[in-house]
């Protein structure tokens, strides 16, 4: 699905989409300006405002959110915006096709000497993918010629023939860019230098082979002679780097954190990709890699690719995933960690990576009809993604904890628990504002020919000229009820098949057509109907809301005789606005009924959910040799996404259980 085949038209999420582009975008485009990586380009920033390495990907990622957008509705404000920033970018392409302008204005005599660290193909890959948006947003081709060239330039570079360097990415993206311009242009170069990029990585991990390892030890030498004070600390801290296991580095973290930023896993460079059985190392790398992967096993009808992606989805789904979809568990190394750790107050879950989780799923929605995909969308968009950002579109969280303790994260020197307008390294927000102006290409979905429909979101979708023959308007109360209405506007075809997703929390949807309800086919997750669809039929879904308790594997340690809640799609939470300080002292009865609350936070009209349960009665010793006493409470449940916006404190998914 393109981002223009489809039309978030009314409701939450087009309320969602218009905060999005009036405030956030805006909001993030101030904090670059503000923080010199505009003015950076073109050489006009102080002393004070030292570039860093992949400002360059921030810009690209928040103006790609753009160029969704105006593919949606013209925009000449941000066109303006845009325009004037891709000039500043390609006026730095040098004549060879090279355009990454830290390193030809700052290092130039280093380029693709550390692609380990340095992040130069990630900026790369951020900028194919933003100017193929821009390209087909505005017909104007001058970033995407830019970029080609580039590419152009690092074909002639990278690969296996003698004197090229055998290389590839320490950050993973540019794979999954290069595989979007092929689809762009059809022109085969993108998919090789894809398909070269993923099918070399990991390779020769025997000894010193190995390409980082090679490299590292090439820039130890060089390193003798280099004092690395001189550089400002965020490029001192991709220049001098922690020990290794194979003891080709300097230290200048410590061990632990040598250990942990610094093994093979970390950049997915263990063994090749193919072979790969559980998703190790840094998150975001991870979860791109694992996407372009899914691409490249459907556009090179690779079964054994195929089979491994789903062995990193099974890992990841069973095993080392959050209730949120978030997912990269521990905040040193922002990595997978192992299975079953997922803890609550220290979950890292980097909005990047869920973001990246999304792709990864929508890939594998293109090859295979299978309702999980679409379930972890819809988990993804409506908990931890709504989370990200503050209701009034300004902040946007970094990582998403499950459990907040104010005075805990401010002990351990982690962000804190309130949404930042700026983060110092901004990979997230303006990811999180692409993410949101191209949520309308998740919606639908086509398989085997026919119209898959995904999400319950308020939008239409017009493929009167494809052979579905169908345009149909979706009419849908999500979050807040569990009923979606989808006419049919036009239809000029026979009989078609439309598949309905059953969302794996409610078995029981019910569906009627025309007022008389329907029986379907199960086919992986959806309901399969087979009609003569007509001009004026109505589908009605029907969904149970009733709010019900979730519990984990008992090998999750953290979660043990603890329960959290759903209604419908949205996960909910404790906070202590509602509820009072330490949240730990409540335990819900899962026995009791649940009453329901119109109820709202800020302007932000919700349900609220009253459990019934208990609290431990407050002691002044630290421990007692009695069981304590519980005394009878209610406890108030606010959706996630919520939490935080009445200033820092205490908040809790997973709440005891009786
Ligand atoms: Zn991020």
């Excluded at 304590?628 to 939490?643: A, G, Q, R």
């Amino acid at each position: 699905m393109n981002v223009t085949d489809t039309k978030i038209n009314h409701g939450f999420w087009k309320s969602r989409k218009e905060l999005n582009k009036n405030t956030s975008l805006y909001a993030v485009l101030k904090s670059f300006e503000d923080s010199g990586r505009i003015r950076a380009l073109t050489g006009e920033n102080t002393n004070q405002e030292k570039p860093h390495i992949f400002w360059e990907s921030d810009l690209a990622k928040l103006m790609e959110g753009a160029f969704f957008s105006m593919q949606q509705e013209k925009d000449k404000k941000l066109e303006k915006i845009c325009d004037s920033i891709i000039d500043k970018i390609i006026g730095n392409q040098e004549d060879d096709g090279y355009l990454n302008y830290f390193f030809s204005k700052h290092e130039p005599d280093n380029k693709f000497s550390n692609l380990r660290d340095r992040h130069e193909l990630y900026c790369a890959g951020h900028m194919l993918e933003s100017s193929i948006e821009h390209h087909k947003a505005t017909g104007n081709s001058k970033f995407f010629d830019a970029m080609e060239k580039y590419v152009d330039h690092i074909i002639s570079k990278f690969g296996i023939d003698e004197g090229k360097i055998r290389g590839y990415p320490g950050h993973q993206e540019i794979e999954l860019a290069l595989v979007k311009a092929y689809e762009h242009t059809n022109n085969k170069k993108f998919l090789d230098l894809a398909n070269y990029f993923i099918d070399e990585r990991g390779t020769n991990t025997e000894g010193t082979d190995h390409y980082f390892i090679k490299e590292r030890k090439i820039l130890k030498e060089k390193e003798k002679d280099f004092d690395p004070s001189i550089l400002p600390s965020w490029i001192r801290d991709f220049v001098n780097f922690g020990p290794d296991p194979h003891g080709t580095t300097s230290s200048s973290h410590g061990d632990l954190q040598g250990k942990v930023f610094r093994d093979l896993q970390y950049w997915q460079s263990h063994e090749r990709p193919i072979d790969q059985k559980t998703a190790e190392g840094h998150s975001v790398r991870a979860l791109y890699m694992f996407t372009a992967m899914a691409d490249l096993a459907r556009l090179n009808n690779n079964t054994h690719l195929l089979n491994t992606c789903k062995t990193l989805w099974r890992n990841i789904l069973d095993k080392r995933m959050y209730v949120h979809c978030g997912v990269g568990s521990a905040h040193i190394g922002e990595r997978f960690s192992f299975d079953y750790d997922l803890p609550n107050d220290m979950a890292y879950a980097e909005t990047c990576a869920t973001i990246a989780l999304i792709y990864f799923a929508n890939r594998l929605s293109k090859i295979e009809l299978n309702s999980e995909y679409a379930d972890i969308i819809e988990n993804s968009l409506y908990n931890l993604l709504l989370a990200s950002t503050s209701l009034d579109g300004k902040g946007f969280f970094y990582d998403n904890y499950l459990e907040c303790d104010p005075g805990y994260l401010h002990y351990q020197q982690r962000r804190h628990g309130i949404r930042d307008e700026y983060h110092i390294c901004s990979c997230c927000p303006p990811n999180i504002t692409r993410l949101f102006a191209s949520m309308d290409m998740y919606i639908y979905n086509i398989f085997d020919n026919s119209l898959v429909i995904d999400q319950y979101i308020s939008s239409e979708i017009d493929l009167t000229k494809s052979s579905q023959g169908l345009k149909i308007d979706q009419k849908s109360d999500f979050p807040h009820k569990g009923y979606s209405k989808i006419e049919i506007i036009e239809s000029n075809s026979n009989a078609s098949v439309i598949y309905f997703r059953i969302p794996s929390w409610d078995k029981n949807m019910i569906i009627k057509l025309n007022g008389a309800k329907v029986d379907y086919e199960l086919v992986n997750g959806y309901a399969k109907i087979n009609n003569n669809w007509k001009k004026d039929d109505v589908i009605e879904l029907s969904f149970d809301f009733t709010p019900r308790f979730i519990r984990t594997n008992p090998n999750v340690r953290f979660n043990v005789r603890r329960a959290c809640i759903f209604r419908g799609p949205i996960l909910y939470c404790l906070e202590e606005k509602d509820n009072g300080k330490y949240l730990n002292k409540f335990v819900v009865d899962s026995n009791k009924t649940i009453e329901e609350v119109e109820d709202q936070i800020n302007s932000e009209k919700i349900i609220s959910l009253n459990a019934k349960g208990y609290k431990f009665e407050d002691t002044s010793t630290l421990y007692l040799h009695d069981k304590p006493n519980l005394t009878e409470t209610n406890l108030k449940y606010i959706p996630y996404y919520c939490w935080s916006n009445r200033g820092e404190n205490e908040m809790l998914v997973w709440v005891n259980e009786n």
